[in-house]
């Protein structure tokens, strides 16, 4: 059963507009979420993370939103660029669960010129 | 300092041959984690350790799998015997124990089982 759910295998977006990625998760149990980057032949990384205490963070043009209620995360990107062109995965993990994380199926962006 | 290092890059291999993936997390990292990337399920937690001890394997596929960590700066995951349907990327990812949940990872090994 898949407790974290990308629905949009994939999303295109001109450069300059914003790119919103969905990300929702089943186990309530979820209290910090994290968005990893992957290019191709390489392995993900580290994006942007939130805790479930808060429904907000942003890190430059990147801005995560929580909505507890809804149990759905939002990765917004903006302005888009190029370089942003990658498949993004979206994980879940719980207090003393030691680090597991749980990812999603992940979302291929491709930003156009 | 060096990132996570996993080895072959490639492998391609006959159906019922035994395979063996290695990784060297970063260095002073408690925690390394094994996950096989399909694009039906992304990302699969197999199995991780915490200080060379295996702490969950509920992921592991199937008894043809297995992993060791025999130190803090080496494991390996075996399939014995292969199969075409274990065709997948295999990502190593370590993290230290401090803070929560962000994992550095490998560039991954990509097995192809004909």
């Known amino acids: 059963d898949q407790q974290v759910k990308q629905n949009s295998p994939s999303l295109s977006v001109q450069e300059g507009r914003i790119s919103i990625l969905n990300c929702d998760y089943t186990?309530?149990?979820?209290?910090?979420f994290l968005w990893y980057k992957k290019y191709p032949a390489e392995g993900p990384t580290f994006l942007i993370s939130i805790s479930s205490i808060k429904d907000k963070n942003e890190d430059g043009r990147f801005t995560v939103f929580l909505n507890k209620s809804a149990k759905h995360l939002s990765l917004h990107i903006v302005p888009s660029q190029p370089g942003d062109s990658a498949v993004y995965f979206c994980a879940a993990s719980r207090t003393g669960t030691a680090s597991k994380l749980t990812f999603g199926t992940g979302t291929r962006l491709q930003v156009t010129l | 300092d060096a990132g996570v290092i996993q080895s072959p890059r490639h492998e391609v291999t006959e159906m019922g041959q035994e395979v063996t993936l290695r990784c060297k997390p970063i260095s002073g990292h408690d925690y390394l984690f094994w996950y096989r990337q399909t694009m039906m399920r992304g990302l699969e937690l197999l199995i991780y350790?915490?200080?060379?001890?295996?702490?969950?394997d509920s992921g592991m596929p199937e008894d043809r799998f297995s992993a060791k960590m025999p130190n803090a700066s080496f494991s390996t995951l075996k399939i014995q015997p292969s199969e075409p349907r274990d065709s997948a990327v295999y990502f190593c990812?370590?993290?230290?124990?401090?803070?929560?949940?962000?994992?550095?990872f490998g560039p991954g090994t990509r097995l192809t089982v004909t």
């Open positions: 350790f915490n200080n060379n001890v295996p702490i969950d």
């Open positions: 186990n309530s149990m979820f209290d910090y």
């Open positions: 990812a370590s993290t230290p124990t401090s803070g929560v949940s962000r994992q550095y």
